[in-house]
């Protein structure tokens, strides 16, 4: 896949510690629109730290964002949200005390006349999300604690979805799920590339990201060993990578 | 991704009558079980008065109206530490800055604004009530500033608060009690003329009803706007028959409580009416701290459930960092949530020096204790995430109705405190087990 033009997003010399121990150190990565780009490496490499830096969960000690070749100044949730950056976290970020509609809608609820919220048009319009990414989903009134792992999978995902994102960062989105649901989410990746998002994928199955993903970013103690084309290497080549940090001759 | 049956006729089929009365009326079952407590306390002390006193005093007219205010002050800071505690927070000031808030008023409506707008001018209890709200506020917004921004556990901030402001209302008036307070501001306590009287009272009925029935159909409208699943025709009509017919019960009893004769004889003398020969029936009816407590009950409901800050308060309960990453200012929020327990605070400082005439030291001294635990009683969880304002105000209810019934069968203190702290963790664990039970 050729890359040419402005990168949707671009992190540039990212760096941040925390205690002194530097989790990630002078990381670079871009991304295209309409291309998914997989972060690879061991727990503690890095991945999501560099990944909450972009997400506005954390900020670096040094380093720059830029998008649409724009430089962006991402302090808060708040701040990601408003360049149309949607996050799925490993940890999903749902209230377990509230129902599917009002975790969609958190923090951008739809109100009506006076300020008050719309609870029923927010039903409504998450009845219709869930309806597209998960038909089978009916439970609607309940809190999100009674749903299983699959279920709350897909309250995240719509949620990311739903705000038209154009930039979708997706920590490990298959972790919790069987078979059929990560069929599902594959699927889904392939729907939301067409439509020109670009995504970043954390992923520890590398035959998910060999079949997902245009390119694999692998990093290690903090530091990025290389990025390869997908399409150019083996599975064992990128293993090398998450390994023992071996750049093979393709890696850039 | 997983299946769920959709709940269906044919499920419901299979439930008992009772179960299936439950769900077409959609009504709480543990609010069922906080009222049902209530009402085992209540008939269990009228039935005690009746069996070693002679006579039952508990359901009287009087008892329940003076119950009603005897509850107010608690059941409005109540309403505010239930956001508090979802929030995972806890605020164990309210006391003592009810307590410097009542000697602040007191101060000012007795020894400043008679010398800037006479004495009983109407400005002065609107001043120092508004004076008191505000005062509340800051404290609390202070509090909550020091939690939020600071980074100190609320636990911590607020027990130095319980120490701080207490001795600060100490400091203000130098021990001293003051009394009386301006004559308008202590209506706003409660008494014979602190009460809206029968025709009031019926206007505060019909408002309640209206308000019942709007809430009823007008949710049904747009609910079937939406294609949801609505009740089925005969519970809305049961729950609106149910409501209406407990406002207009309560409405009843209060206009069944009428002035003492002492008073009626010296409103008539003041009005230039003559008593006739078997006296003078003068209802009290809704006592105005009752009907602020009411007020500040929908509003806290409605800001709750209906309001932006009322979802943000339950996903900060629920999921901190799920409601940081969401985009909320979770400081703020909890600057502004302790703000609105500081102001609900400086409100109930209000009816409680109001209720008494004056201002003392003592004033609120262990109401920290008894609002946590009416708010708790309610099926506020300290987990955080849970919890009802109306579960709060019939907590408070509780509580007092304890406390009431307990001197009227002559409990001295000592026991009625440990009968206080038995329920209060009787009622948790029992919380507990239904939950664990209903999951």
Same mark, same amino acid.
């Given at each position: 896949m050729s890359n040419k033009g402005t990168p949707l997003v671009e992190l540039r010399d990212i760096s941040i510690s925390f205690g002194g121990i530097k989790? %990630?150190?002078?990381v670079t990565v871009d991304l295209y629109p309409g291309e998914v780009v997989g972060l690879l490496g061991h727990?503690?490499?890095g991945k999501s730290t560099l990944i909450k830096c972009l997400s506005g969960a954390y900020k670096a000690d040094s380093g720059e964002v830029y998008i649409n070749g724009q430089k962006a100044e991402i302090n808060n949730p708040r701040d990601a949200r408003s360049y149309n950056i949607e996050t799925i976290y490993q940890t999903l970020a749902l209230a377990d005390n509230l129902d599917a509609a009002s975790n969609l809608f958190l923090g951008r609820e739809l109100v009506g006349p006076g300020g008050f919220l719309n609870d029923a048009a927010m039903e409504a319009e998450t009845r219709k999300i869930m309806g597209r990414?998960?038909?089978?989903?009916?439970?609607?009134?309940?809190? %999100?604690?009674?749903?299983?792992g699959g279920q709350r999978q897909s309250v995240a995902i719509a949620r990311a979805v739903y705000f038209n994102a154009k930039i979708l960062i997706m920590d490990e989105p298959t972790a919790a799920l069987g078979p059929h649901e990560t069929q599902m989410v594959a699927e889904l990746i392939q729907e939301l590339k067409k439509q020109g998002l670009g995504i970043f994928l954390i992923e520890h199955d590398i035959h998910a990201v060999m079949n997902l993903c245009d390119r694999a970013v692998v990093m290690k103690n903090g530091q990025r060993v290389g990025t390869v084309n997908v399409g150019e290497v083996t599975d064992d080549d990128i293993l090398g990578m998450i390994i023992m940090g071996k750049k093979p001759p393709q890696a850039y | 991704m997983t299946t769920s049956p959709t709940p269906s006729q044919a499920a419901d089929r299979n439930l008992s009558p009772v179960a299936r009365f439950l769900k077409a009326t959609e009504i709480d079952t543990r609010l069922l079980g906080m009222v049902g407590a209530l009402l085992l306390i209540w008939i269990g002390f009228h039935l005690f008065g009746v069996a070693f006193k002679g006579a039952g005093s508990f359901l009287t007219p009087r008892n329940l109206w003076n119950l009603s205010v005897q509850t107010a002050s608690i059941g409005i800071m109540a309403t505010g530490m239930v956001l508090v505690i979802v929030t995972r927070h806890i605020d164990l000031s309210v006391g003592s800055v009810l307590g410097f808030c009542a000697m602040a008023m007191g101060i000012l409506q007795a020894r400043i604004l008679p010398d800037v707008f006479g004495l009983g001018s109407p400005m002065i209890w609107i001043v120092t009530a508004l004076a008191g709200m505000a005062l509340g506020m800051l404290i609390g917004a202070f509090h909550g500033w020091l939690i939020a921004y600071r980074g100190i556990p609320a636990f911590i901030v607020t027990l130095g608060g319980l120490l701080v402001w207490r001795g600060a209302a100490f400091l203000l008036a130098r021990g001293e009690t003051i009394s009386p307070l301006d004559s308008t501001f202590s209506l706003?306590?409660?008494g014979p003329y602190g009460s809206v009287g029968a025709v009031g009272s019926w206007i505060v009925a019909l408002i309640a009803c209206a308000a019942i029935l709007w809430m009823i159909f007008g949710g049904r409208k747009n609910r079937a706007r939406h294609g949801f699943a609505l009740r089925p025709m005969w519970a809305e009509y049961f729950l609106t028959v149910l409501g209406c017919g407990l406002v207009l019960g309560a409405t009843l009893l209060v206009n069944a409580y009428p002035w003492p004769k002492g008073i009626v004889t010296q409103f008539a003398a003041a009005n230039g009416l003559t008593v006739p020969e078997g006296g003078m029936f003068i209802s009290h009816g809704w006592a105005i701290p009752v009907l602020i407590l009411m007020g500040v009950g929908v509003v806290m409901t409605v800001l709750a459930t209906r309001t932006r800050f009322g979802r943000y308060v339950f996903a900060i309960g629920g999921n901190p960092d799920a409601a940081e990453l969401s985009g909320i200012n979770t400081k703020w929020m909890t600057v502004k949530i302790f703000a609105l327990m500081g102001f609900l605070t400086g409100l109930s400082s209000v009816v409680a020096s109001a209720r008494l005439n004056s201002a003392t030291n003592a004033l609120g001294t262990l109401d920290e204790l008894y609002v946590i635990a009416a708010a708790v009683i309610g099926?506020?969880?300290?987990?955080?995430g849970v919890g009802t304002i109306y579960g709060a105000i019939i907590g408070a209810l509780v509580m007092q109705s304890l406390q009431t019934g307990m001197v009227l069968i002559g409990f001295d203190a000592a026991l009625q405190n440990i009968v206080v702290g038995t329920v209060l963790v009787l009622a948790v664990y029992l919380d507990i087990v239904y939950r664990k039970k209903t999951k």
């Open positions: 989790a %990630v150190d002078h727990n503690g490499a990414l998960n038909p089978n989903f009916h439970k609607f009134n309940v809190p %999100v604690s009674a749903l299983s | 706003l306590g409660g099926g506020t969880s300290l987990a955080g």
